[in-house]
């Protein structure tokens, strides 16, 4: 029988692509959402396929459901300019929301997967950072909702492994980018790509000498996927992304020639507590996983720029 696995989020960026791809593998996919970031868009190519269901729900509120096999947790804002918007509600989808997903995990049995990601690392003092690190998080700032959220969430799935016995899995996701993020999204590809494509300056917030390590979307979702489906045991948290480094003013560039046209630079204030620098260690996704990515960033940029341009018609 065709496993029923639920993907909360799923109308988002990566949760969409995490549909096509369980739904390629025969399963049967139950999308989750309220469709705070997430877009109906994303979700046209499966209107007509029967292995696949939507579900409008907030994941703040309890929700009961039969035979989940597994859940890919992926619900909750990842922009800074969305997860700022009301931050107390980003804790509140963090914290409760995952403590939700995590009592149907033990009502069900389903394995869990939580969608954590490199900000547990906050500003980081190590470099590249290793699933050790504690990381550099400050509590009180504009990211915390979002940092300190995530690491709740770590925490959560862990106590409720060690006390009830959850199956769970923590991938930690460092900066990734491809179709089907928002256009307004204000993630940084997305706002470069968009920004050139329409011919309007290139907006780098500071000097865009910070860096961070761009994954294309199918590598990352070839990791999530393998952790998923990891031996009994094998918990995490692991590092997926491609550890390869940029500015952002190199990002800038890049994106200014692939798209070819003349986009000025204008440079604008550095948000607060924007971290410096950030490149995964990824030898533990090597180790046990037998994953690493292996787009390059052009590559990745080429189709992402085909993707907002066939949608910025
Ligand atoms: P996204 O904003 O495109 O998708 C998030 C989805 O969750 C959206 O569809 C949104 O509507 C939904 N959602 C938000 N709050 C919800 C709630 N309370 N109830 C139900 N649905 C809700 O972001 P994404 O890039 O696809 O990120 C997916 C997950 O991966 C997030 O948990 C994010 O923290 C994590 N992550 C992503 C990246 C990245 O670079 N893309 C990096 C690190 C971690
Ligand atoms: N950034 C930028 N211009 C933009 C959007 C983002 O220079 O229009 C910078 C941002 O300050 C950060 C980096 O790009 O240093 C990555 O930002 P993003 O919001 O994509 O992700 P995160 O900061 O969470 O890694």
């Not at 907030?58 to 039969?66: G, R």
């Not at 963090?94 to 500003?123: F, H, P, W």
């Not at 918990?235 to 070819?260: D, M």
Request: charged share 20%.
């Amino acid at each position: 029988m065709a496993q029923r696995i639920l993907v909360t989020g799923g109308a988002g960026f990566l949760g969409s692509h995490m549909c096509q791809r369980l739904i390629d593998d025969g399963a049967h996919v139950l999308c989750l959402d309220n469709f705070f970031t997430g877009q109906n868009r994303n979700l046209d190519i499966f209107k007509d396929n029967n292995q696949f269901e939507c579900i409008e729900h907030d994941i703040v509120e309890p929700l009961s459901l039969d035979n989940i096999d597994q859940i890919y947790h992926l619900a909750c804002p990842a922009s800074p300019v969305h997860y700022q918007e009301d931050a107390v509600k980003t804790i509140i989808t963090n914290v409760s929301g995952t403590i939700n997903m995590l009592n149907l995990a033990k009502e069900t049995g389903a394995r869990l997967l939580l969608s954590s990601t490199s900000e547990v690392y906050g500003d980081p003092e190590i470099h590249p950072q290793p699933e050790s690190y504690w990381g550099h998080v400050n509590p009180i700032g504009i990211r915390s909702c979002y940092d300190e959220g995530k690491r709740c969430a770590e925490t959560l799935c862990f106590d409720y492994h060690r006390s009830h016995g959850v199956d769970i899995k923590v991938a930690r996701i460092f900066n990734t980018y491809g179709p089907n993020m928002h256009p307004n999204d204000g993630r940084v590809v997305s706002n470069f790509i968009m920004q050139a494509i329409n011919n309007e300056p290139i907006t780098i917030y500071g000097d865009g000498s910070q860096t961070r390590s761009f994954c294309y979307v199918s590598d990352l979702i070839n990791g999530l996927y393998s952790l998923m489906n990891s031996p009994d045991g094998v918990t995490g948290p692991i590092n997926l992304g491609r550890p390869v480094e940029f500015t952002i003013k190199e990002l800038a560039e890049k994106i200014i020639f692939l798209c070819n046209n003349g986009s000025e630079i204008i440079y604008q204030d550095l948000p607060s507590d924007d971290p410096k620098q950030r490149r995964p260690d990824i030898t533990l996704a090597k180790e046990v996983l037998d994953w690493e990515p292996n787009i390059d960033l052009e590559e990745g940029l080429s189709k992402t720029i085909e993707y907002f341009k066939s949608i910025n018609l």
